[in-house]
């Protein structure tokens, strides 16, 4: 076989697994925005809050998580940096110059202080400045999954 033929079959590789990169970006888009504003944690209606001190929120359910309970800890901490824990893996998979650290650290800052804002207008959510630094936490433990396991993924352009 030559090397043209050779060529064809690995560019249509990498052009199925770019797509397949793609879809799950579009799918992982729709969830996170259907779970920032329309979701069965949000809540509709009321006074707007807002937190704009660091690790206040954070601090707050971590001193007070029985009376929180654990479940409620676990969705608003944990929550927060697992849901942005794809942008960090999908992003660099599907655009090249979101293969730096300090992209997806840009990336995932901006996102998050959008998606704060937004909920804010929105009254659908608190504005919380402890969201924007889990959120872009989990960003960059995403790309960091991403980076670990580069070599075990299909071949990308």
Request: net charge positive; hydrophobic share 45%; glycine share 8%.
């Amino acid at each position: 076989m030559s090397d043209q033929n050779r060529v064809k079959p690995q560019r249509l590789y990498a052009r199925v697994w770019s797509r397949v990169y793609q879809l799950l970006f579009l799918a992982y888009t729709t969830v996170l925005i259907w779970e920032l504003f329309l979701g069965k944690y949000r809540s509709h209606g009321g006074p707007r809050r807002y937190n704009l001190t660091p690790l206040k929120t954070i601090e707050s359910y971590i001193e007070n998580y029985e009376s929180f309970g654990v479940s409620i800890v676990l969705i608003n901490l944990a929550g927060n940096i697992v849901a942005f824990m794809p942008l960090g893996f999908l992003l660099p998979l599907i655009f090249k110059r979101t293969r730096r650290l300090i992209a997806i650290i840009g990336i995932a800052l901006l996102t998050s202080i959008t998606a704060e804002i937004c909920q804010y207008i929105f009254n659908v959510g608190g504005l919380d400045i402890d969201d924007v630094l889990l959120n872009t936490f989990g960003g960059v433990l995403g790309y960091l999954v991403y980076q670990s396991s580069r070599k075990l993924l299909p071949h990308r352009n």
